[in-house]
């Protein structure tokens, strides 16, 4: 079962940049992975930030997230990331990565960003 590990929260200044990662703990990603993000605000539902599939890099994004979120991956670093432009407090919340492999959904533990005003 492969497990994802995100990486690089912290708490940053409304308007800052951070960039997360996402990998395989122990392990590696390989050629049918999908990598997807989420976060989870305080007392908010989980929601979709978007997707990447390993092989071919192919992304979406949920609308709401458009403009100031960028995914893409590293095949010599093996990781994909989370690139977040001008973030606002709004954007307080535990980021996930989950991956799918062969049909199976693996959930990372998450990593904090707080964006303070």
């Known amino acids: 079962q492969v497990q994802p590990a995100e990486s690089g929260g912290g708490v940053v200044q409304a308007g800052d940049s951070l960039t997360l990662s996402c990998s395989v703990s122990?392990?590696?990603?390989?050629?049918?992975?999908?990598v997807a993000w989420y976060r989870q605000a305080p007392g908010k539902e989980r929601e979709v930030i978007g997707t990447?599939?390993?092989?071919?890099?192919?992304?979406h994004y949920a609308d709401s997230m458009r403009g100031r979120f960028t995914i893409y991956r590293n095949y010599h670093e093996n990781r994909a990331w989370l690139h977040m432009n001008d973030l606002k407090p709004e954007d307080t919340a535990i980021y996930y990565c989950?991956?799918?492999?062969?049909?199976?959904?693996?959930w990372g533990q998450g990593t904090q960003v707080t964006v303070s005003s």
């Open positions: 989950n991956i799918r492999r062969d049909s199976v959904v693996c």
């Open positions: 122990g392990g590696t990603f390989v050629g049918d992975d999908m």
């Open positions: 990447i599939t390993w092989d071919a890099g192919s992304r």
